[in-house]
């Protein structure tokens, strides 16, 4: 497919899932599957085009002054790729299989890309109107850099298991594709990614088979380290999943003292196992619960009750600290989304408060940067659950060997990590320790 071929075909995506309110995932794989001429290098480069227009959202429809999928990606392609209106026109020729021709009144639109810092603020920050004002109260002053870091596209890191191997190992055993170490976790390594947005087949690679790595955003890393996890303790990991921090508590405890990992949902645990079993990590224990998780039943971990060093919640979220990854999300939430990953924030927090022993820790994190998932959490944790007291930003920074990672201490008291303060998806910390 021809450059122009691919704009054409993105923007038929686009429309598909806008009109009919479809993930992108879902609509990007429906239109791959009618249209079997697309090589997979023609899909990437058309996902590419699809995920930047959903980043520029709102910024391309002030732009161009409309929301159509045509008008979203020639706002994209000036605003998000940089090119000028000769470019834009080369592409929307109205030749074959390239879109229209560009009209002169989008030409004369185009001008207005120079002028972005004039738009409303929600369209300047590509940010649903509804959710601007949290975003006021997480960034002040900064927000429009910060949020500009939040359409950027993320990179693709990996955590090296210090189980199995070593950074300059791993680096060097990669050296073929060019990776470089994080700047700030001392077990990342960051790989290029190319034009289309697609990286390097790690997963394929015999290193990651024989569990040497884990492909996991340095910011993950990092909160694993910034939990204060310690050799030879009792940790109960509340939310696993797919078992991502599971795997890098672990390898910071370099296997010893016992992990238990569980999470209110059984499939998600599924992925779990053969990590697990990848990583060469033994101290973990997989507590699969029997149907969902009800908080009016009794707890399957009760038999840890009041015993554990730490429990780690990595709590359900929104998601907005990894919108980089998966700009569909920003436009796909509404505010009872919100609301319900709030309630669920609860649940969690007090469950984790009933295993913690006497001076124990509850580690929060989300990867979200909206204040009520974060400050106003564990303000009303601290409300709930008097018996705890929340641990010092710097102190949690310096214990952990990142003593700098407290400049990003929130009004609140916890650590907020973001693309455009550490380079790393946004991950939110705070630390409660039980009173002894
Ligand atoms: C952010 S994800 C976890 C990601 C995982 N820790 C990782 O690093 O790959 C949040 C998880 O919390 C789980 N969850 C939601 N409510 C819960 C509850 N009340 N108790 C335990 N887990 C819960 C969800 O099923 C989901 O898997």
């Known amino acids: 497919m021809t450059p122009a071929a691919r704009v054409a075909g993105a923007i038929e ?49 002030w732009v161009m002054e409309g929301e159509t999928p045509r008008a979203l990606m020639i706002g994209m392609l000036a605003l998000q790729r940089g090119l000028d209106g000769e470019a834009i026109a080369a592409l929307f020729s109205g030749e074959r299989f ?27 920050c590509d940010c649903p109107e509804w959710l601007l004002p949290s975003f006021m109260r997480a960034f002040g002053p900064a927000l429009r850099d910060e949020m500009r870091a939040l359409t950027a596209r993320a990179p693709l890191d990996v955590r090296v298991n ?36 697609r990286g390097p087949a790690l997963q394929a690679e015999p290193e990651f088979l024989d569990g040497w790595f884990e492909i ?60 697990l079993q990848r990583s060469g990590a033994t101290n973990v224990t997989v507590r699969t619960p029997r149907g969902r998780y009800d908080p009016r039943r009794p707890d399957p971990l009760a038999d840890l009750a009041g015993t554990v060093d730490l429990v780690l919640v990595d709590a359900p979220c929104t998601g907005s600290g990894t919108w980089r990854r998966n700009p569909d999300a920003k436009w796909r939430l509404r505010p009872g989304g919100l609301a319900e990953r709030c309630r669920d924030q609860a649940v969690v927090l007090d469950r984790a408060a009933s295993l913690a022993r006497p001076g124990g820790r509850i580690a ?73």
Not at 99 to 123: G, H, K, N, T
Not at 166 to 189: C, I, K, Q, Y
């Open 13 to 61: 995506v686009l429309a598909d899932l806008i009109e009919r309110r479809r993930p992108a995932p879902d609509a990007l794989k429906d239109w791959g599957l009618a249209r079997r001429f697309a090589g997979s290098k023609d899909r990437a480069a058309i996902a590419s085009l699809v995920y930047d227009a959903l980043r520029r959202r709102a910024s391309s429809a």
């Open 98 to 124: 390239a879109p229209e021709a560009l009209s002169v009144d989008e030409r004369a639109r185009l001008a207005r890309a120079a002028q972005l810092d004039a738009a409303p603020l929600a369209a300047a």
């Open 162 to 197: 210090s189980l199995k191997s070593d950074r300059r190992t791993v680096r060097e055993a990669l050296a073929h594709l060019g990776p470089e170490n994080t700047p700030l976790s001392p077990f990342g390594l960051r790989f290029p990614v190319g034009e289309d947005g």
């Open 216 to 275: 996991q955003d340095e910011g993950s890393q990092l909160v694993s380290v910034l939990s204060g996890v310690v050799p030879g303790s009792r940790v109960v990991d509340l939310c696993a999943g797919a078992g991502g921090k599971t795997l890098a508590l672990a390898a910071l405890m370099d296997n010893s003292g016992e992990i238990v990992a569980t999470d209110v949902d059984a499939r998600r645990l599924v992925a779990s196992h053969a990590r």
């Open 364 to 436: 929060y994190i989300t990867c979200s940067v909206l204040p009520e998932e974060n400050d106003d959490a564990i303000a009303a944790f601290g409300q709930r659950h008097r018996g705890f007291t929340l641990l010092p930003a710097a102190e949690v920074a310096a214990a952990a060997g990142f003593p700098e990672l407290a400049q990003w201490a929130t009004p609140g008291g916890g650590i907020l990590l973001t693309p455009h303060r550490t380079g790393t998806d946004a991950f939110f910390i705070a630390v409660m320790r039980r009173a002894p």
